[in-house]
């Protein structure tokens, strides 16, 4: 659990200044559990400088609550809890100062977003709360106001905890929380688990990741996992004090995600498994006639099929369906072994193409039609799914053929500045394994949103 704060001073000497203003925001790294915004009455002068910044003066003050008016409130919900900001050693060192007046040891483990953003943002021009927030497409209001820059932090660390591929944050956080360790009831676990698409991550009580998976429905899928006798079942239970999560609402995003994941994690119960083997592939060739030819084959090393499949049956039935679709001849993508013409012509389902009847030209608009609309090879393009909200999309960017990284967009951002969706990415690997996840869910969901770039 994290709470994330934004904190207004009167400005003036170092460890002398008081706080106008406070706003916190409980936050579980999905969404806001609680929250307190106040103004604050410092019982001292507040800097011209800071009120011309900030809007707020003595007058707005006078009948606003003191410091130690508030400092339970703000001991409760921060109690257990990471204290996230930006530029968190001001804020900590403010609060451990006003608590330091009344006597009180102030203790929080912290984290800063602007380290945070160096390290999993980097070479961004500057990392400003507000020119950051710019620059990645966060909405703000009211800046230099407790309550509008908190809010655009809670998004900002939303942002971060999803480009963090190695999970440290979360293993981080999960070590503190830890009471015990082993869940004394896995019921527990269970229901403070959502029904949504997503990756989930089962950790030990050392707060590392034993195990990584995805599903539709990620509280369905972890009840199996405790409920289930099988050896790696049994282990797992007997191992696990806590599950974390993230949504993804899109299937792509979350097989994209465990892909990479296990891969970098290397959890103790995947070591086994994902070692998916994409045996059979797509290609083709332009015969001496000048017809475009389709084949199902097993992949050899080194080449690069138009796109991939794990067995031949799913591979046939592929092939099959695009016959289908795009009236293709048996014979020129080998459904066919005919010598002469394909069986289809002779019911008029194929248009002739095998005995030369129809012209190469127009036979091929349609053959190369498949290799398009299942190969990304050299496009720049990005696939628009849905997101973890309903006013949310998630976005693939894939350059040059190359899968670029994942992100999220809110419904009323513009991405169609380069700039601003590069920044919203976050990185990925491109590899055998994520070029045939997404191709496969190309295949399987006509839905899917493709925008190519210009």
């Known amino acids: 659990m994290y709470t994330i704060l934004d904190i207004e001073t009167t400005g003036g000497k170092y460890n002398e200044e008081g706080i106008t203003e406070i706003a916190i925001y409980q936050f579980d790294g999905h969404k806001v559990t609680d929250q307190f915004i106040s103004l604050v009455n410092p019982e001292r ?18 009948n606003a609550p003191k410091f130690y008016e508030v400092a339970k409130r703000i001991v409760e919900i921060t109690e257990d809890c990471i204290l996230v900001a930006h530029n968190a050693s001001f804020d900590y060192r403010i609060l451990k100062t006003e608590f330091k007046r009344l006597g009180f040891p102030f203790k929080r483990k912290t984290l800063c977003t602007v380290e945070l953003s160096k390290s999993l943002i980097p070479d961004m021009e500057s990392y400003s709360l507000g020119k950051l927030t710019r620059a990645l497409g966060i909405p703000v209001s009211d800046r230099h106001r407790a309550n509008g820059d908190a809010m655009a932090t809670v998004k900002l660390f939303k942002m971060l905890l999803n480009k963090d591929t190695d999970k440290s944050i979360i293993k981080d956080a999960v070590k503190i929380e830890q009471k015990s360790k082993i869940a004394p009831n896995l019921r527990e676990i269970i229901d403070e688990l959502p029904s949504d698409t997503g990756v989930y991550y089962i950790h030990d009580a050392n707060g590392s990741i034993i195990y990584i998976g995805k599903s539709n429905n990620i509280k369905k899928r972890i009840t199996q996992h405790f409920t289930n006798s099988n050896s790696k079942s049994k282990k797992i239970q007997l191992q696990v004090a806590s599950v974390s999560y993230e949504k993804t609402g899109s299937e792509l995003v979350a097989l994209l995600k465990e892909s990479e994941e296990i891969k970098i994690n290397k959890p103790l119960h995947n070591r086994a498994l ?53 009236e293709l001849c048996d014979k020129l993508t080998g459904l066919s072994k005919s010598e002469s013409s394909c069986f289809k012509l002779g019911i008029d389902a194929c248009k002739g193409a095998c005995i030369s009847n129809e012209e190469p030209a127009e036979y091929n608009k349609r053959a190369n039609s498949v290799i398009a609309r299942n190969s990304y090879d050299k496009k720049d393009m990005i696939l628009i ?3 973890r909200d309903v006013d949310e999309k998630s976005v693939i960017l894939i350059e040059n053929g190359i899968f670029k990284g994942i992100g999220f967009f809110d419904l009323n951002h513009q991405i169609n500045n380069r700039a601003i969706l590069e920044s919203l990415i976050t990185p990925m690997k491109n590899n055998r394994d994520t070029q045939h996840i997404i191709q496969s869910y190309m295949r399987r969901n006509k839905k899917l949103k493709v925008v190519e770039l210009s």
Request: aromatic share 10%; hydrophobic share 30%.
């Open 45 to 62: 002068e507040i800097q011209p400088f800071v009120v011309n910044l900030t809007g707020i003066n003595s007058n707005m003050l006078k």
């Open 274 to 326: 994902k070692r998916s083997k994409f045996t059979q592939g797509l290609y083709s060739f332009v015969d001496d006639k000048g017809y475009v030819n389709l084949r199902v084959r097993q992949i050899k090393q080194n080449e690069k099929p138009i796109t991939t499949f794990t067995n031949r049956q799913s591979a046939i039935s592929f092939l099959n369906r695009m016959v289908e679709t795009y």
């Open 385 to 387: 799914d849905r997101g």
